[in-house]
């Protein structure tokens, strides 16, 4: 069966990838599966400099989910082009560069960086990020920011495509989806983590040294599905669903909505083989549900 997908000018050869900050450099997951049978590995999210990320405790679990604080720790770009790059299989499966920034200029100079390299096949840029030079606001909250990011990484990118990846903690996606596409974004990814919460009432303290983290799993599910059916009935760019996937069908549904691929993040932490396997699985599962093929499904949910 033929899972090949076309993603803005990406050949993947399945619609599997893997969610930023949630498969290391890549590399790490080497012992657990083959990383070239994957759709493509997008990498934990790079600053021009390194960051130590947040105080601990970072992690915490909730009800079907887990709320993360990591802060983006990260060995930096430079250090990654060095040191990792070269041992991931880039000429067998697109490594896609999920860029961090604070400032516009930041942005712009990581990726050219970022793009100038041969192995570095796409930029995702995470815009859920504080805009310094506007008081702490987030990139992905206003649809000028987020347009200013855009449009300063595409200028840069050179042929890479890139690819904005959207926050769900926003009155309407759509609106930020079409900013993003306005200013020149091939691709948008969504969702990022939902903010949440946990304290635990006996110690009168939060669980998480930063108070407030990323919610993610099988808890967002719902949320997630809702944005990529909005999104993608609103512009006309490629969608990379992400958001609790936890099983071929979860895979299936994205599809459905309209997603042209998705990112396995959560799932990978619980189950290191996990982004293997469902490459095994999908396959398997369109055959016994009748799916002839991904495009046919793709955006098919019946009113």
Avoid at 48 to 59: H, S
Avoid at 199 to 221: C, M, Q
Avoid at 258 to 270: D, E, I, L, P, R
Wanted: overall charge neutral.
């Amino acid at each position: 069966m033929n899972l090949s997908v076309d993603f803005a000018g990406l050949s993947l050869k399945n619609p599997i990838l893997t969610a930023s900050g949630t498969f290391g450099y890549g590399q790490e997951f080497a012992r657990f599966g083959d990383l070239a049978s994957l759709g493509g590995i997008v990498v934990k999210g790079l600053s021009l400099k390194p960051r130590a990320g947040n105080p601990m405790p970072r992690i915490a679990e909730t009800s079907s989910g887990m709320l993360n604080a990591i802060g983006i720790q990260n060995m930096g770009a430079e250090r990654f082009l060095a040191e990792r790059l070269p041992r991931l299989p880039w000429k067998e499966v697109p490594i896609l560069a999920n860029l961090y920034a604070c400032d516009t200029g930041e942005y712009a100079e990581l990726a050219a960086l970022l793009a100038a390299q041969e192995g570095v096949a796409a930029l995702e840029v995470n815009i859920s990020c504080p805009n310094v030079a506007a008081g702490g606001a987030l990139f992905g909250a206003d649809p000028r920011a987020a347009a200013k990011v855009t449009e300063a990484v595409a200028k840069n990118a050179g042929d890479k495509p890139v690819m904005v990846k959207l926050s769900p903690n926003v009155t309407d996606i759509t609106e930020i989806a079409r900013a993003a596409v306005d200013a020149g974004a091939h691709a948008l990814s969504l969702i990022n983590t939902l903010t949440g919460m946990a304290v635990d009432a006996r110690t009168r303290r939060p669980r998480l040294a930063n108070v407030v983290g990323g919610l993610s799993g099988p808890a967002i599910k719902p949320v997630a599905l809702r944005c990529v059916w909005q999104v993608c009935r609103a512009v006309p760019v490629p969608v990379m669903g992400m958001g609790g996937i936890t099983s071929a069908e979860d895979v299936l549904e994205f599809i459905l909505v309209g997603a042209s691929a998705v990112q396995v993040g959560t799932a990978n932490f619980f189950r290191p083989d996990f982004s293997f396997r469902l490459v095994e699985e999908l396959p398997i599962l369109m055959q016994k549900w009748g799916i002839g093929s991904l495009e046919e499904y793709r955006g098919s949910l019946k009113p």
